[in-house]
């Protein structure tokens, strides 16, 4: 089975537009409830339990960020509001401070973002059936 998804353009109109056409929903948004916050707000509350799932950020007429979730996309919204927040003050090794500051400049030049995600196919072949949403975030993160 083939994934007939394009890679998406990384700047340009409509960026949201983007994300949804390559199969995802709008599921919630990003913002700073303060200086210091950085937050990952999920709206549709179904969405909290989808697991091997692919998001991606967009502000503005940028996609900000493209990633996947292995376990529920719940968990993994409330990690990247953890991570991205304790990185501002250099509490987080995984998360660079300057990745989280150009966040927060990001969201406050701009305001809200959007969230949206969609549940990863899964590919069948002769030997079986895979989750392939790790290949759709690699595909949606190429140049």
């Known amino acids: 089975m083939t994934n007939n998804k394009?890679?998406?353009?990384?700047?340009?109109?409509?960026?949201?537009d983007k994300l949804r056409a390559q199969g995802m929903l709008h599921v919630g948004r990003i913002e700073l409830p303060n200086n210091d916050t950085f937050s990952a707000v999920i709206?549709?509350?179904?969405?909290?339990?989808?697991?091997?799932?692919?998001?991606?950020?967009?502000?503005?007429?940028?996609?900000q960020r493209i990633g996947s979730s292995k376990g529920k996309f719940g968990g993994r919204s409330k990690e990247c509001t953890r991570d991205v927040t304790l990185s501002r003050h250099d509490k987080h090794k995984h998360t660079p401070k300057l990745a989280a500051e150009g966040w927060r400049k990001c969201l406050r030049q701009i305001g809200p973002g959007e969230d949206d995600a969609c549940i990863g196919y899964r590919v069948t072949t002769p030997v079986g059936t895979f989750p392939a949403y790790k290949h759709e975030e690699a595909?949606?993160?190429?140049p």
């Open 6 to 16: 394009v890679c998406l353009q990384k700047r340009g109109d409509g960026a949201a």
């Open 43 to 63: 709206e549709l509350a179904e969405a909290a339990d989808w697991e091997k799932a692919t998001y991606g950020f967009a502000i503005g007429d940028k996609i």
């Open 139 to 142: 595909v949606l993160i190429a």
